[in-house]
């Protein structure tokens, strides 16, 4: 049985899946503030891209977990790490993240689901 394969553009598929998702996904800059994040990101937090943009990722860390969240640049393997995260309305969620930083750019992708 032959089946029918839609070729569309890639990254129109991955932003529809993304906003699908339940996990929280995003991208920070060298200076660790998002770029990008999902839908699934801003309703767990609280924020709107327009806030997580000017504040790093690691401001919205418990005090006591901010050493476990920083990946090392160039590994090619995600570190993962389980961390208190602030929300908007002042409680914290724990997320277990993978993260992944580039040499290159010193963006940091991030993939979170709520435990």
Known sequence: MKQNIRVG??????RILSE??????G???GEGRYQWINRAGTEKLGYSIVNLSTISYTALIHPDDRSKAVAPL?????RTAELRHSRKD???VW????IL????SGEHYTVGYDI
């Open 20 to 25: 699908l998702s339940p996990a929280l996904m």
């Open 95 to 98: 997320l277990d993240w993978s």
């Open 27 to 29: 991208v920070t800059d």
């Open 101 to 104: 930083a580039s040499e290159e």
């Open 90 to 92: 002042g409680s914290y």
């Open 9 to 14: 553009d890639l990254s129109e598929q991955m």
């Open 74 to 78: 160039g590994s090619e393997d995600p």
